[in-house]
């Protein structure tokens, strides 16, 4: 997960959620996008660690999703969220990732936790499925 940047121009009832991307860079924050904007990307997962200041998401929890460009392009509603050890993940889980097999999805996140600092395989990850509430079309808002 990437840090939002300022916060993006959204219709107004979604202007207190929190805006985040998806993935490290620009351009995983694009992909990832748009595999949830196509459908192919329902879960995403997290490392706990992250969660030391922040509340672990709950089902009924709304987000906004950004693309690379910061751009806001759709609402997410959480609908489950577990915490299990990374070793322990499934492939009905790394499918719903967008990943094309459970292999993919380990040798993938294993990297991704490993460039940001700490990686084990019964490192607990928070694990959550969501869903699309309401796509965003992005407009210039002139300064």
Same mark, same amino acid.
């Given at each position: 997960?990437?840090?939002?940047?300022? /916060? =993006?121009?959204?219709? @107004?009832?979604?202007?207190?959620? @929190? @805006?985040?991307?998806?993935?490290?860079?620009?351009?995983?924050?694009? =992909?990832?996008?748009?595999?949830?904007?196509?459908?192919? /990307?329902?879960?995403?997962?997290?490392?706990?660690?992250?969660?030391?200041?922040?509340?672990?998401?709950?089902?009924?929890?709304?987000?906004?999703?950004?693309?690379?460009?910061?751009?806001?392009?759709?609402?997410?509603?959480?609908?489950? #969220?577990? #915490?299990?050890?990374?070793?322990?993940?499934?492939?009905?889980? =790394?499918?719903? $990732?967008?990943?094309?097999?459970?292999?993919?999805?380990?040798?993938?996140? @294993?990297?991704?936790?490993?460039?940001?600092?700490?990686? =084990?395989?019964?490192?607990?990850?928070?694990? $959550?499925?969501?869903?699309?509430?309401?796509?965003? $079309?992005?407009?210039?808002?002139?300064?």
């Amino acid at each position: 997960m990437t840090n939002a940047p300022p /916060k =993006a121009p959204v219709p @107004q009832v979604y202007a207190h959620l @929190q @805006q985040w991307a998806m993935g490290h860079t620009k351009e995983e924050a694009d =992909a990832l996008c748009t595999l949830v904007l196509d459908g192919k /990307k329902t879960a995403t997962c997290t490392a706990l660690y992250h969660y030391e200041d922040d509340p672990v998401p709950e089902p009924g929890d709304r987000s906004v999703l950004l693309d690379g460009d910061g751009r806001p392009r759709c609402v997410i509603e959480c609908i489950e #969220v577990d #915490v299990i050890a990374f070793d322990e993940v499934d492939a009905k889980f =790394a499918i719903d $990732e967008g990943e094309a097999s459970l292999a993919a999805w380990r040798k993938r996140h @294993q990297a991704s936790f490993t460039r940001e600092g700490y990686f =084990a395989p019964d490192m607990a990850i928070v694990c $959550e499925h969501f869903r699309v509430i309401e796509r965003l $079309e992005y407009r210039r808002v002139a300064p």
